[in-house]
């Protein structure tokens, strides 16, 4: 699997971003992908998920700021982000994996799904990483 992000680039806080990761090479219609980010000195932190039916995760600080999409006639993820932060600079990678046991883990009766899809230890599959810096 081949993954191209693209859409990075600077805007002042408030402002709006979308991300764009172009995805090649899936073998199975059954896959999860997600958007990772790192900021300088820190850990890389798993920002939102998507199964390829359209369920979704997202870390507790973008709920309500950003959405996470995907197209599968396009085979492009999205991640829109909007009201931004300073604290959202960073490296942002668009990451998939396709392993059937880790997108069935994600469907937890009663809990939700994404129970791990936030992890990055659980992606096989890396894009090169695309800068987002937010100005205050």
């Known amino acids: 699997v081949q993954l191209v992000e693209s859409g990075g680039g600077s805007v002042q806080s408030g402002g709006s971003l979308t991300l764009s990761c172009a995805a090649s090479?899936?073998?199975?219609?059954?896959?999860?992908m997600a958007w990772f980010r790192q900021a300088p000195g820190k850990e890389r932190e798993g920002v939102a998920a998507i199964g390829s039916a359209g369920s979704t995760n997202y870390a507790d600080s973008v709920k309500g700021r950003f959405t996470i999409s995907i197209d599968n006639a396009k085979n492009t993820l999205y991640l829109q982000m909007n009201m931004l932060k300073p604290e959202d600079s960073a490296m942002y990678y668009c990451?998939?994996?396709?392993?059937?046991?880790?997108?069935?883990?994600?469907?937890?009766?009663?809990?939700?799904?994404?129970?791990?899809?936030?992890?990055?230890?659980?992606?096989?599959?890396w894009g090169q990483g695309i800068q987002v810096t937010v100005s205050s």
């Open positions: 090479g899936f073998t199975s219609n059954s896959y999860c």
């Open positions: 990451a998939a994996e396709e392993r059937e046991e880790f997108f069935l883990r994600q469907h937890t009766p009663g809990v939700g799904w994404g129970a791990s899809a936030l992890e990055d230890y659980e992606y096989n599959y």
